[in-house]
C-alpha cells in the first residue's frame, strides 16, 4: 500500500550533497523500474545523476525504447508531455517541478493560434491553404491542432524538411512559436525575408494586411527563446577580431543576423557533433545555453579544442533550472514510498492528433 506522499517542503532546506546521496540511494532501490532523463541545458547537479541524456524528442524515444516503469523528466513540460504520447501506455511520465516550463512554449496558446486561423479565413481557406507547423517546444495541445488540420511537428534539425515537405501539401505555412527558426529554416530554403512576415498576436489580423497574408510563403509566429535572443552579431564580430582562425556555431533559435554571421548553425546535438569532429586546436564561439556549453568546454579541453560562450552574459534556461537536486531527491523517494507525484498525462483524444502530427515528422525525418 502506499504511504502518504512526502511534502517537498521536506526538501527544500536539503543541501545538494545530501539531495546527491539521497538521489543515488533511491535509484539503487527502483533500479529498472526508473528512467531519468536530462536535457542538454539541465544543470550540471542534476544532469550527473541522467540515465539518459539529449535533445528533447531524443529523449522521449530512448525513454520509450526502456522497459521503465517511470520516465522521471528532468528538462520542461512539453518534454515531459511528448514523453508521455510517445511512450507505452502503462509508463508514467515525471516532471519533478510542474512549475519548469517554457518561455517560448508559453508565447503560443492553443487560443491564440485558433483565433489566428479564424482570422486568416477571413482572407483564404486556412485548411486549403496553409500547413500548420509547430516546433516540439511547444505545448500538447498546439501538436494536437496541428494534428487536427493536417499539419506536423518539426523539430531544430529537421525544420528544414519539414517545411519542404508542407510546401508539398498547401502552398502556405503558418510556423509556431519560434519565429527564429522558423525564418532561418524558410531562408535556407531560399525565401525571401519579405516573404516571411511576423504575424503578432495581440494585434488584429496579426497585424498584417490583407496583401502581406496573400503574398506571405511562411507566417512566422511572435515568439522567440529567451536565452538564445541574448546573442548578438557583435559577440560575434569581437570574437572574430581576436581569433580570425576560429569558428562561429549557433543554434538556428539566435536570431537571423546572428545565424547568418555563424560559420555553422545547428541543434543541440549538431552542435555537440560538429565540434566533436572538429580538428585538435580549434577554438569555438558556440551560441546556445551555457550549461550545454560549459559542460562541452570541459568535455573537449582534453581534446585541446577551445571552446567558448558568446555572450558575456549569463544565458541559461532559468526554467530548466528549477528542476534542482532538491525536487529530484523527492519525486524518486515518493517513488520508492509508492507514491506518483507530478505526474504529466495528456488526455487522450488529445494524444491521439498530437501523434499524428509527431508520426508526420517521423515519416520524413
Not at 527558426?181 to 535556407?188: P, T
Not at 581569433?243 to 555537440?272: L, M, Q
Not at 560562450?309 to 515518493?334: G, K, Y
Amino acid at each position: 500500500m502506499p504511504k502518504k506522499a512526502f511534502e517537498f517542503e521536506q526538501y527544500d532546506q536539503l543541501q545538494d550533497d545530501a539531495c546527491a546521496q539521497r538521489i543515488i540511494a533511491a535509484k539503487q532501490i527502483l533500479g529498472k523500474r526508473v528512467a531519468i532523463l536530462a536535457h542538454h541545458y539541465q544543470r550540471a547537479d542534476v544532469y550527473r545523476h541522467a540515465d539518459l541524456t539529449g535533445d528533447s524528442l531524443k529523449l522521449s524515444f530512448l525513454a520509450a525504447q526502456t522497459d521503465a516503469d517511470y520516465l522521471v523528466f528532468c528538462g520542461v513540460h512539453f518534454m515531459a508531455e511528448v514523453a508521455d504520447i510517445l511512450s507505452s501506455p502503462d509508463q508514467i511520465a515525471i516532471l519533478p517541478d510542474m512549475a519548469a516550463g517554457c518561455s517560448m512554449a508559453d508565447m503560443a496558446s492553443l487560443s491564440n493560434v485558433e483565433r489566428a486561423w479564424r482570422e486568416i479565413s477571413e482572407i483564404l481557406n486556412p485548411d486549403e491553404t496553409i500547413t500548420p507547423v509547430t516546433y516540439i517546444n511547444s505545448a500538447a495541445d498546439l501538436k494536437a491542432f496541428c494534428g487536427e488540420h493536417n499539419g506536423i511537428v518539426c523539430t531544430s534539425s529537421n525544420a528544414g524538411k519539414v517545411l519542404q515537405w508542407s510546401f508539398k501539401q498547401r502552398e502556405k505555412v503558418l510556423f509556431f512559436p519560434d519565429q527564429h527558426l522558423g525564418r532561418w529554416s524558410g531562408h535556407q530554403l531560399d525565401i525571401p525575408l519579405e516573404e516571411m512576415p511576423v504575424w503578432n498576436f495581440d494585434e488584429p489580423m496579426g497585424g498584417l494586411t490583407p496583401e502581406q497574408i496573400n503574398k506571405a510563403k511562411i507566417l512566422l509566429w511572435k515568439g522567440h527563446c529567451s536565452v538564445h535572443q541574448m546573442f548578438q552579431p557583435q559577440h560575434i564580430i569581437r570574437f572574430r577580431n581576436q581569433y580570425p582562425d576560429g569558428f562561429v556555431i549557433s543554434h538556428p533559435e539566435c536570431n537571423y543576423e546572428v545565424c547568418k554571421a555563424s560559420d555553422y548553425v545547428g541543434s543541440t546535438e549538431y552542435i555537440i557533433n560538429t565540434i566533436a569532429a572538429a580538428e585538435s586546436g580549434t577554438r569555438w564561439l558556440v551560441g546556445t545555453e551555457l550549461n550545454l556549453v560549459s559542460r562541452i568546454t570541459e568535455e573537449f579541453k582534453s581534446q585541446g579544442k577551445i571552446v567558448q560562450f558568446m555572450s558575456p552574459m549569463v544565458c541559461m534556461c532559468s526554467t530548466m533550472a528549477r528542476i534542482d537536486p532538491q525536487h529530484l531527491a523527492w519525486a524518486l523517494e515518493n517513488l520508492v514510498n509508492g507514491n506518483i507525484v507530478n505526474q504529466i498525462k495528456v488526455p487522450i483524444e488529445e494524444a491521439k492528433l498530437a501523434r499524428l502530427a509527431l508520426d508526420r515528422m517521423l515519416k520524413i525525418s
